[in-house]
Structures are given as C-alpha cells and as structure tokens.
T-cell receptor, first 112, second 113 residues
C-alpha cells in the first residue's frame, strides 16, 4: 500500500530537549516536504527536498533542521524545541512539485 | 505574492443540502489547483485537482472548475452526507520558482443528520 509514515503520532516534550520526527515513504517519490498546521493559518511549509542530499527552506524554517540521506526518509529535527513549536506536523511526498501530494497522518507535538 | 483565500468557516449544513466552499487565488503564472480533505485524526488526502483553465475536477460527488478569469476554484456538492464532515483545504502549486503547495486556511464542514 502506498503510504507516508510518520512517527511518533503524539509527543509531549520539554523546552530544549532535542527531538526527531521520522518520515518515510514507499512510493519512490523524489519530492518530500514538511508542513506545520496551526489554527487559522492553514499549512505552512517548513523545509522541502527535491532529491537525496538536496534540501531547502520553506516559509517557516527557523528552529528546524532536516536531512535527506536516503530517498525514502526525510526526518525533521528540532535541536532545541520551544513552546511556539507546539503544532501539528505533516510530512508529504510527491512525484513532482506540482503533482498530487501524499500526506502522513500527522504528529501532534506539545512543547512545555 | 502567491496566496489562496477560502471562505471562512465553520460551515454547518443539514444532510442532503447543497454545498459551496469558495476559493480564490493569487499567483504568477499558471498554477495547478487542488482540493484536499482532512477527516478527523487523519492526514490530508487529495479530493480533486485541475491543471489548466476550464478544467473540471471531480471525485465522490464533489466538483470544482478552474476559472482563470475570476481566479477561482470553488468546491461544490449537490447533496452532502454526514460522512462529508471534515476540513477542506484549497491549494495551488506549480508556480514558477516556488517548490511547494500553497494552502488556504481550511474550512471546517459539519453535516448534521
């Protein structure tokens, strides 16, 4: 089954404690991205990757890092989380930037 | 800049009512347009899309037509069901120089039996 898998689904952490949210896709897509969803703001892109070892900033990259060492994986790293990073995070992949995007089920992160 | 504006929600309708969710966009060039749906506790999934002017996307009884002259992509359904309750996002992509989907703020739809 074609899917994008994120882990964990829920995470509560404390300010400053490094964390990683994993994302994996099984569709051999080249393009992957991370979004955060906040009430009234829709989804905003954090980072994207057009292929292995190629990543770039989206609209709201501050406080986040990503890596793309393999085509299928695109982890999101928060080196020192802060409460304003409390949000619902989605990973997405697609064949091209303007083709249908497939989304993971989301990770609800709370930073206290 | 490039942006998408959706009608504000929440929207509450009775079962079998007619649904319209308005979406207008601002973009340079000729974007592809999408409607995504997010059911409770799930990620977004593509509902329908249109890639050029006058195209009509349709799926599960929903329709939307790409109107270049009015820069709109309104979502419609003739008879909604309780199972259509969800958050609906209008989005565009394929803009020159922008490697991403640009989303509207989402419209929460609740259908009462």
């Amino acid at each position: 089954e074609a899917q994008v898998t994120q882990n964990p689904r829920y995470l509560i952490t404390v300010t400053g404690k490094k964390l990683t949210v994993t994302c994996s896709q099984n569709m051999n897509h080249e393009y992957m991205s991370w979004y955060r969803q906040d009430p009234g703001l829709g989804l905003r892109q954090i980072y994207y990757s057009m292929n292995v070892e190629v990543t770039d900033k989206g609209d709201v990259p501050e406080g986040y890092k990503v890596s793309r060492k393999e085509k299928r994986n695109f982890p999101l790293i928060l080196e020192s989380p802060s409460p304003n990073q409390t949000s619902l995070y989605f990973c997405a992949s697609s064949f091209r930037t303007h083709s249908e995007a497939f989304f993971g089920q989301g990770t609800r992160l709370t930073v206290v | 800049g490039n942006s998408v504006t959706q009608m504000e929600g929440p929207v509450t309708l009775s079962e079998e009512a007619f649904l319209t969710i308005n979406c207008t966009y601002t973009a340079t060039g000729y974007p592809s347009l999408f409607w995504y749906v997010q059911y409770p506790g799930e990620g977004l999934q593509l509902l329908l899309k249109a890639t050029k002017a006058d195209d009509k996307g349709s799926n599960k009884g929903f329709e939307a037509t790409y109107r270049k002259e009015t820069t709109s992509f309104h979502l419609e359904k003739g008879s909604v069901q309780v199972s259509d309750s969800a958050v609906y996002f209008c989005a565009l992509s394929g803009i020159q120089g922008a490697q991403k989907l640009v989303f509207g703020q989402g419209t929460r739809l609740t259908i009462n039996p």
